[in-house]
């Protein structure tokens, strides 16, 4: 009997490794799909022999309907249902939150609540565009009548580095992983490149990713990322300067647990390090005035709460 039993999970152990699944979204029309995400990104650079510590917390969930599927991209319908940033530089705090209207930045971010654009992603998981997002931050902006058009100007194009369409679109890939087209079995890994272009920075990011488990209604999945410096995208303006980050270069981690019907993430964790030199300058034509190393963690969760 004994024999028997450890046959039967030996028997039952092979299976479950040599079980192959198709890895991809399998979202249904007209159904509401939710992400929360919750990041947190820590700076470090040295200006003029003294440490500088910026830490930014960003926060907020979206709603994705799915209006449309066309060649196995789906049109999402997406809209904010909250929206909060916490910035602290160098003991200066600033904070921005959708449910505070008592500030000029937290009327700006209610206004945007609920306002729909779209995304634009592969069943495979490839966020392919975002669109009519940034225009949504510019009308709430202009119907803030306390503001002037060069403070209006500002401040739609900060919200823009933070929460734009560009931004967005980054932040929504760092949830998602683009999926495999071959079937996989139980530790079966494969491999991804995507180029990322932001705030002035440009780096490939190389994953390989391993399908730990295959469970009854969710796939565990893990990650492991060396990050790369693309060619430069050029100079951003960023406050009163030009600025762009050179040699990026650094590493990181993914853990992801993925709805096995849909596709769709039940949880999302990403770390990351990164090292890269910030150059600065006045003008397009002028010289590099600072140089400036640069190190920073990203710490990245994602729900479908």
Do not use: C
Not at 31 to 49: E, F, H, P, R
Not at 110 to 125: A, N
Not at 238 to 251: Q, R, S, T
Request: proline share 2%; aromatic share 6%.
């Amino acid at each position: 009997m004994k024999k028997l039993i450890a046959l039967s999970l030996l028997f039952a152990a092979l299976n479950s490794y040599a079980q192959k699944v198709n890895l991809a979204l399998n979202l249904k029309r007209d159904s509401v799909y939710n992400l929360t995400i919750d990041a947190k990104v820590s700076t470090q650079q040295v200006i003029q022999g003294k440490p500088t510590i910026v830490n930014i917390a960003i926060s907020g969930t979206t709603a994705h309907k799915v209006i449309g599927v066309k060649d196995s991209v789906y049109d999402l319908e997406t809209s904010y249902k909250s929206l909060a940033m916490n910035m602290d530089m160098a003991g200066q705090q600033m904070t921005m939150n959708s449910a505070d209207t008592t500030t000029i930045l937290g009327k700006i971010m209610h206004l945007v609540m609920g306002k729909p654009f779209h995304i634009w992603m592969s069943k495979s998981g490839l966020i392919i565009s975002v669109k009519g997002f940034d225009d949504i931050f510019t009308n709430a902006a202009n119907s803030v009548t306390a503001l002037n058009e060069q403070q209006r100007n500002l401040i739609v194009s900060q919200l823009k580095q933070s929460f734009g369409e560009g931004s967005l679109k980054s932040s929504l890939q760092q949830s998602f992983i683009i999926y495999p087209k071959q079937a996989l079995a139980s530790k079966g890994t494969w491999k991804n490149a995507i180029n990322r272009e932001q705030s002035g920075m440009a780096a490939s990011y190389n994953t390989t990713y391993t399908l730990v488990d295959i469970g009854d209604d969710a796939y565990e999945i893990e990650g492991k990322t060396l990050i790369a410096p693309q060619p430069s995208v050029g100079f951003k303006q960023a406050g009163g300067f030009l600025i762009h980050m050179a040699n990026v270069k650094g590493d990181g981690v993914t853990k992801l647990r993925v709805d096995r019907n849909t596709g769709w993430v039940l949880a999302s964790v990403v770390e990351q390090h990164v090292s890269a030199t910030v150059e600065m300058k006045k003008t397009t034509t002028g010289p590099v005035e600072m140089s400036l190393p640069m190190t920073i963690a990203v710490n990245y969760t994602a729900t479908d709460k």
